[in-house]
């Protein structure tokens, strides 16, 4: 059981919108900035979004982050086939005096 | 280009200790932290801890037990150990960057290791 609430998965058709959601509490995401990591199949996971919603240089401005209260939220648009992944959302947690990370969500894109 | 490569025996005992290193390439260990983090088979990250290049270092209280993270500069290797492991513990491991700058978040990882505790 994840500290940090995320669906198993989400489908959408390519060019379509997707979000993804990742709930905690004022421990974590409430008091806290969240990241967002893709992990392509086989393949170590890679940092799309920090701070809530910065992008590091090289990740392109179809993935966007936001944060409400004990909540936050990665989105996608223009979907593509090779943004199939599954994607894990992170932060700190201080009643747990460690990192948290979300169970993940794979994305299929149809 | 920073590379970060994990390095170490696949396969370990149970109730042996797992030993890993990582190998940082194109950046300078006295600049930022350095952390360890597996995912079990099928399953989610679990951050595993971290190290400054001074020694200081932070561990998942979870783990903290059988945890330890040393830092050599000079080779510019930083290294994991598990003491007491179990199947439980067999789980891809990879390193990653933690810059201070960024609020934990990891910003370069290796490929990982796969390591499989079995008799």
């Known amino acids: 059981q994840s500290v940090l609430t995320q669906p198993p998965s989400v489908s959408a058709a390519p060019g379509q919108k997707v979000t993804i959601s990742c709930s905690g509490s004022s421990s974590n995401i409430g008091n806290s900035y969240v990241s967002w990591y893709q992990q392509l199949p086989g393949t170590a996971p890679k940092l799309l979004i920090y701070d809530n919603n910065k992008r590091p240089s090289g990740i392109p401005d179809r993935f966007s982050g936001s944060k409400s209260g004990t909540s936050a939220t990665l989105g996608i648009t223009g979907l593509q086939t090779g943004d199939e992944a599954v994607y894990y959302c992170g932060t700190w947690d201080s009643s747990l005096s460690t990192v948290v990370f979300g169970g993940g969500t794979k994305l299929t894109v149809l | 280009q920073v590379q970060l490569q994990e390095s170490g025996p696949g396969l370990v005992k149970p109730s042996e200790t797992l030993s890993l290193t990582c190998t940082v390439s194109?950046?300078?260990?006295?600049?930022?932290?350095w952390s360890w983090i597996r995912q079990p088979p099928g399953e989610g990250l679990e951050w595993i801890g971290y190290i400054y290049y001074t020694g200081t270092a932070d561990y998942n209280p979870s783990l903290k037990s059988r945890v330890t993270i040393s830092i050599d500069t000079s080779k510019t290797q930083f290294s994991l150990r598990v003491s007491s492991v179990t199947a439980a513990d067999t789980a891809v491991y990879y390193c990653a960057r933690l810059p201070a700058a960024l609020y934990f978040t990891f910003d370069v990882w290796g490929q990982g290791t796969t390591v499989t505790v079995s008799s």
């Open positions: 194109g950046a300078s260990l006295t600049t930022y932290y």
